[in-house]
């Protein structure tokens, strides 16, 4: 039988290994935690990976430095238990901070995770002590990663947040050809599901809730504009630009946000046939397919202190394949 691990590692001379890494995935439990009759709760997804310092578990099948998964999912357990989930990023943090300063030969660690939207419940205006209600309108999600010597990275964001303006939005003036069959539109309704993923940088002391909040706000300001009138938008696109450049200008601890806006269009049911007329009042999603778009913005200053090229067309570093795949 062919020795697979002694042909990769010593015959194949000319082959690199570029990464690889490991962990555990989809990792789902509840916190709670109790002051006397009130209670907090935190129901939380978790995936972390490791890289390790050498990679002999893949060309040698030498197991001797590998971390179980189980072993992983065990210790982010226990942190939950020992240090409770203050904030999303800072449960993240200590996750990487506990396998660096734990482990020697972990060389590179990241950890993902996402918060199930649980609100406490109000009766009459009065706070539940112990009832919460499951509320879907946008999921908070964060990632830190770090490597060994290197900085502790924070990202955040939030996702599969679904919002619609009824008016104020409109598709004009572009491009057309042989193939173009689209119609002109002055006034639509502008309907999607926002993914927003934005970086800290190198970690600092600071108070991720308020900051998470404040960029929600954000994102639904510049999505909607003044409630008495609303804002109107051009395009899918301009609107993802409005929502990256307010948080830019309202939160000053952001150096990179990414926006995946994917949208869903209406048709207007044509009732002519059933004797009446449809002024836009009845209409019908059109789930698939969809448009997207996309777009990266961060602060040349904190780009260049990264030893970033700025490049026209730099590629996100972020990615959509973290958008799509979270």
């Known amino acids: 039988m062919r020795q697979w691990g002694v042909f990769g590692s010593s015959r194949i001379k000319d082959i690199e290994v570029l ?51 189980d072993t992983i999912k065990n210790i982010v357990l226990v942190l939950a238990k020992k240090n409770g989930i203050p904030t999303l990023e800072q449960f993240a943090i200590d996750i990487c901070k ?26 009459n205006g009065v706070p539940h002590v112990h009832s919460f209600i499951c509320v879907p309108d946008g999921i908070r999600f964060c990632e830190a990663e770090q490597c060994r010597n290197g900085p502790l ?9 679904k919002l619609m ?41 600071f108070d991720f809730d308020c900051i998470w909040n404040k960029i929600r706000e ?10 008495d009138c609303g804002e109107y938008s051009p395009s899918y696109q301009k609107t993802v630009n409005s929502i990256q450049m307010l948080v830019l200008s309202k939160v000053s601890q952001v150096q990179v946000i990414e926006v995946v806006l994917n949208n869903t269009f209406y048709n207007v049911v044509d009732m002519k046939n059933l004797g009446l007329t449809n002024d836009k009042e009845v209409l019908v999603p059109v789930e698939t ?16 202190a990264q030893g970033h090229v700025l490049k026209d067309e730099r590629q996100s570093q972020f990615g959509l394949a973290t958008a799509q795949g979270n």
């Open 218 to 227: 954000c994102i639904l300001e510049a999505f909607s504009g003044p409630p």
């Open 289 to 304: 397919p969809y448009g997207s778009c996309a777009c990266t913005l961060g602060r040349k200053k904190f780009l260049e």
């Open 98 to 123: 506990h396998f660096m300063t734990t482990f020697c030969q972990v060389a590179y660690v990241k950890t993902y995770v996402q918060e199930v939207p649980w609100q406490r419940l109000h009766e």
């Open 19 to 69: 990464n690889c890494e490991y962990g555990k995935n989809t990792i789902k439990f509840l916190r709670l935690h109790r002051e006397g009759k009130k209670h907090f709760v935190k129901e939380v997804e978790v995936c972390t990976h490791l890289r390790l310092t050498s990679a002999h578990e893949y060309l040698d099948g030498n197991n001797s430095l590998v971390i179980p998964t």
């Open 165 to 205: 303006k009824t008016t104020q939005s409109g598709f004009e003036g572009f491009y057309k050809n042989e193939h173009t069959t689209l119609p002109e539109r002055k006034d639509r309704i502008l309907c999607g599901e926002l993914f927003c993923k934005w970086s800290y940088g190198e970690c600092k002391d």
């Open 153 to 161: 990275v924070v990202f955040a964001g939030i996702k599969d947040l």
